[in-house]
C-alpha cells in the first residue's frame, strides 16, 4: 500500500509530512499552537494563500510526526524567512508491489 507523504524543504530544514498519518493528538497539539488553526485549514489554506505561519503549522505537524520530542511551533515559525528557499515534493511510497 501506498503512503502520501510531502517533503518540505525550508532554506536548510527538511520536513517529512505524512497525512494519513495524523493523529487526533498531533491535530489538537497543532490547533492549540497556532491559536486555532486545523491541519486540515491549513492545507487548504496552504494551496491558496499560502504563508510562512501557513507552512509551519505542516511542518510542525510534521516534526511531532518524525520527533514529538524536540518539535516546538514557535521555533519553527521563528526560522523562517521570505529569503528562504522553499521547494515541496509530493510522492507515495510505494510498497514493493508491482504496479498493474
Known amino acids: ?9 525550508v532554506g536548510d530544514q527538511t520536513f517529512i509530512f505524512r497525512p494519513g ?15 486555532g488553526l486545523g491541519i486540515l ?15 509551519a503549522a505542516i511542518c510542525y505537524a510534521a ?3 518524525t520527533d514529538p520530542g524536540t518539535a516546538d511551533y514557535d ?12 521547494t515541496m515534493d509530493v510522492a507515495d511510497e510505494d510498497d514493493d508491489s508491482p504496479e498493474a
Open 75 to 86: 521555533k519553527i515559525e521563528a526560522s523562517f524567512t521570505y529569503t528562504d528557499e522553499i
Open 41 to 55: 485549514k491549513a492545507l487548504s489554506t496552504l494551496e491558496t494563500e499560502p504563508d510562512l505561519d501557513i507552512l
Open 63 to 65: 516534526q511531532l510526526q
Open 21 to 35: 498519518e495524523i493523529t487526533a493528538r498531533i491535530s489538537r497539539q497543532v490547533r492549540s499552537a497556532t491559536g
Open 1 to 9: 500500500m501506498a503512503t502520501e507523504q510531502i517533503t518540505i524543504n
